[in-house]
Structures are given as structure tokens and as C-alpha cells.
């Protein structure tokens, strides 16, 4: 959870607006309720390196802030970042030229990646302060790379960076989907968390600054937060630790109504994807405030399990009703999305939540209030609810594993959830890949577990798995127990 620079200022981001930015998050109750790094996107810097291949930035745009530093050290933003108990983050590309143009769409500045200077550049992010590296693909496309190999080599040198400065240097991979990512991008390089985009743009920046033809004309819609969120769907890549990313927020920018940015903040909550929040901060409205700092969309958001949601039912076109399982037995997140022209009444069908009889309890996110105990809802147009709902789970068939091994398992009928037991006293996350006769293979994180306790992960199993294994690290495979919804 965070703030990222491009939707707003593209290339003409500079140490005062980041400054700016961050001291609002700070003050404003994002950082209350949780929204944690401030991170600089590209246009911060040029593509000049000295003799040794270090980075040189431009002394105006990132001068001292405080007395003692020194004009053109990026060391100096990350400390004010920090200062203000915030998270720092950094940009590059995997390639040797970024994507980068002046302001969005002019001239290009080229030699703007880290090909080449991999270990250098990411142990100098780490050095100056970053605890976050955004890295981007226009190079790695351009090259016609293997993002897979790139990424793998990337996520090695920031392991190697993270050990020389003991300061952990989060991944976010940024490779727009463009060769699925998701099949390799979970545990890539043995990186224990990352996130990668699972498609373009939401918008081409909106720079209120610069009131020209080109940046006149982006206006947001429905759709195009849609797309996003349709193209993103990779559930079974999704495990603690490993998520996609739909792309950074467009809350409250032009276009934006208050009910698409709820349809935009409770699909983005319900897909535990990263909120990173892309707006001008300085010029969110309260509604818009209020719906990014919703304690029950963030509750939401950052379950331990971190799922993305299943599309349970969609009772008439353009209705449709997502869901998710929580790590609390028996809850449930539930988005009831009207992508149609028309507001509707809908009843929520408790018997595809995969729950025993009707719920204890159903919650609207948005104004706190119990929903009707029938699952009668209404939505308007073009608009979404969210729910939290808290019932009993229909009891779940149990595999025991036997050497790291699930066999006998029917194969699963349309996506399943399934929760995942182990043990890990290795004392840190360990990775392990799960492999399916279906052909599924994604690693999965598994956080340490202390004594004779069972630790419990969540999983979404696709259509088809049957008999699984496990390779890997030194954590024990206990059980699997699978839920038909
Ligand atoms: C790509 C990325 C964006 C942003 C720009 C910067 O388009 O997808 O998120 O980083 O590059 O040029």
C-alpha cells in the first residue's frame, strides 16, 4: 500500500512534489491506515552514469534537503521519506533504455535501465535507503528478452544488495502481463514476496500542471478500470506473499465518480492487489479519503491469505457476484459488481459462498450496516457493494500427505479454495513449488510456524487439479483440505 508518482506528475516528478506528496499521506490518515511506501516512478532520473557506472542524478531536481547533505543524492529524499515514518521506493528498467519520455509522450531519454549494472544499481537503491524497486520492461520488450531469465537475475542481485545493507529492497515487477507472468513470476530468483502487473496502463498520465491537448484528453472511465481488473485474474498464481498487480489507482482523478471509485477501491480490496495510489494527494476529495482508509475494504485487502476472488455467480448479465474465502473460518468477502446500464435488486445466493444454512452475519462495507438476512441487495448502476459475510464452512475434504506428496485427489470441478497445512521451523519463509498432474506449477511461501503448530496457507486450485506434489525448501507438508463451492 502506497503512493506512486506516475499517473500524476510522470517525468516531471521532483524532490519538492515527493516531499509534498509524502507529508500528506503522513498526515492526511492514509499512513494510519496503512498505506506505507512513497514511491518515485520514472523521470527521476536522466540515464547518466560516471565513469564507474554509477548513477548521476540532477542536483536541482533532487538537492540537500537538510544541511549537511549533498545537491544530487537520492539519499536525501529517502531520508526525508523515512523522517516522516513512511516506506521509500525506487524505479528502473530491466532493459537497457526505459521507457522514458519527456513529460510523458516527447522526447526520449535513452540508457534510462539498469541492464548491465544489475548488482551496482540495486545495491545503490539499497545504500541510499529504497525498500522498494519498481522495475519496468520497455528495454527487456524492446531486446525481445525472456522476462523470466531477467527477472530471475533481478531478483538475485536485490537478494545480494538486501544482504550487503541488511535493508530489505521490495520487488515489484513490471512487465504488463506481456509473457504471463504468472506462471513464473511467484518465487522468481527464490524471491519469498513480490508482485508483478498483470497488464498495461490503466490510463496514459494525467498531469493537471500541464493543461495541454494531449493530457486534456485522458479522461478516465468504467471500462478502462474494467480491463484491469478482468486482465488481472490469475488466482491460482496468487499465495501469501506472491500477488498480481492490477496497476496503480486512479481514485479520484479526472473521469472519476464516486461510485467507479468504489467499484475501483472494492475490486482492487477484494483481489488483495496493491493499492497503490496514484492520484495528485494534495487533491483528494473526503469522499475519496474516506473510501481509500475504509478499515473493513482494508481488512479486507490484507487477509492473511491474501486471495483473489472467484466469480461465484452472475444471476443476470452484468451482475455479477465475487468472492473470496478469509482466514477467519467461515468469513467471506463478497463484491456484488453492476457493470450494467441498469441499478438492480439482487439476491445474494448463500449456498455459492460455500457456507452451511445462512450466514451469522452479512456487513455493507461501505456504510457499516447488517444487510438483509434473505441476501437481498440493491446496487445502482455502475456501481459495487462489499461485503463481509461471517458464516459456517461446508466441512472439507482432507488429504494427509505422504512425503510431500497429495494423492487421491479428485480433480477439482471448476476453481476451488483449499487451505494448505504445514510446519516450517526453519525460522524464516521458505518457498516451495506446487506441481499438479493437471500441469500446475507455482511456488508458494510458507511463513515459519513455531513447536508442534501447524501453519495454514490459502490457495486457489484451478480447474482439473488432482493429485499434487511439493519440491522444495525444508518446511513439512501436512494436509490439504479442499472446499467445494
Ligand atoms: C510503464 C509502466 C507505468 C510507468 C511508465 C513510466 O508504462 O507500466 O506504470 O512506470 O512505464 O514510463
Not at 523522517?83 to 525506487?90: E, Q, R, V, Y
Not at 535501465?113 to 522495475?135: A, I, N, P, R, T
Not at 465518480?257 to 477501491?265: E, G, Y
Amino acid at each position: 500500500m502506497g503512493w506512486n508518482s506516475w499517473n500524476s506528475f510522470a517525468n516531471i516528478v521532483d524532490s519538492k512534489i515527493v516531499q509534498q506528496q509524502a507529508k500528506t499521506i503522513a498526515t492526511n490518515g492514509m499512513k494510519e491506515a496503512g498505506f506505507e511506501y512513497v514511491v518515485i516512478d520514472e523521470g527521476w532520473w536522466l540515464g547518466e552514469r560516471d565513469a564507474g557506472g554509477n548513477i548521476v542524478v540532477n542536483k536541482k531536481q533532487w538537492p540537500a534537503i537538510q544541511p549537511g547533505q549533498k545537491d544530487g543524492d537520492m539519499a536525501n529524499i529517502a531520508a526525508y521519506i523515512h523522517s516522516l515514518g513512511l516506506k521509500a521506493g525506487i524505479y528502473t528498467d530491466a532493459g537497457l533504455d526505459g521507457c522514458s519520455m519527456y513529460p510523458d509522450s516527447g522526447p526520449k531519454l535513452m540508457k534510462t535501465g539498469s541492464e548491465g549494472h544489475y548488482e551496482q544499481d540495486f545495491l545503490q537503491f539499497s545504500k541510499w535507503g529504497f525498500d522498494y524497486v519498481k522495475v519496468d520492461w520497455c528495454g527487456g520488450a524492446k531486446e525481445g528478452k525472456s522476462g523470466a531469465i531477467q527477472y530471475a537475475q533481478i531478483a538475485r542481485a536485490i537478494q545480494k544488495a538486501e544482504k550487503s545493507t541488511g535493508r530489505k529492497l521490495y520487488l515489484s515487477i513490471c512487465e504488463w502481463g506481456s509473457q504471463n507472468p504468472w506462471f513464473w513470476a511467484p518465487g522468481v530468483g527464490q524471491i519469498k514476496s513480490t508482485i508483478w502487473r498483470t497488464g498495461g496502463d490503466i490510463i496514459p498520465p494525467v498531469v493537471e500542471s500541464l493543461h495541454d491537448a494531449e493530457h486534456d484528453k485522458r479522461v478516465i472511465a468504467l471500462k478502462n478500470v474494467l480491463e484491469s481488473f478482468d486482465a488481472g485474474l490469475h488466482p491460482e498464481a496468487q499465495h501469501t506473499g506472491y500477488f498480481n498487480d492490477l496497476d496503480m489507482m486512479v481514485m479520484g482523478m479526472r473521469g472519476m465518480t464516486d461510485a467507479l471509485d468504489r467499484i475501483h477501491m472494492g475490486l482492487w480490496a477484494i483481489s488483495s492487489a496493491p493499492l497503490m495510489v496514484g492520484s495528485d494527494m494534495t487533491r483528494l476529495s473526503p469522499a475519496t479519503l474516506s473510501l481509500l482508509t475504509n478499515k473493513d475494504a482494508l481488512a479486507i485487502h490484507s487477509d492473511s491469505y491474501g486471495l483473489q476472488p472467484i466469480r461465484v455467480d452472475e444471476p443476470t448479465t452484468g451482475i455479477q457476484i465475487w468472492a473470496k474465502p478469509m482466514a477467519v473460518a467461515g468469513r467471506r468477502a463478497v463484491a456484488v459488481l453492476n457493470r450494467s446500464d441498469a441499478s438492480t435488486q439482487v439476491k445474494v445466493n448463500w449456498e455459492k459462498l460455500g457456507l452451511k444454512g445462512l450466514p451469522k452475519s452479512s456487513r455493507d462495507v461501505w456504510n457499516g450496516r447488517e444487510t438483509a438476512a434473505d441476501g437481498a441487495i440493491s446496487v445502482p448502476a455502475h456501481d459495487l457493494a462489499l461485503l463481509i459475510v461471517d458464516g459456517e464452512d461446508k466441512a472439507p475434504a482432507e488429504y494427509n500427505a505422504k512425503e510431500s506428496s497429495i494423492t487421491g485427489m479428485q480433480a477439482t470441478r471448476g476453481p476451488q479454495f483449499a487451505r494448505l497445512h504445514y510446519a516450517n521451523t526453519s525460522g524464516q519463509t521458505v518457498v516451495v513449488r506446487m506441481k499438479s498432474t493437471s500441469g500446475l506449477s507455482t511456488a508458494v511461501a510458507l511463513p515459519p510456524t513455531s513447536g508442534s503448530e501447524s501453519g495454514a496457507v490459502g490457495l486457489i486450485l484451478p480447474n482439473g487439479v488432482a493429485d499434487i506434489s511439493f519440491e522444495g525448501d525444508s518446511a513439512s507438508i501436512r494436509s490439504l483440505d479442499v472446499y467445494s463451492w
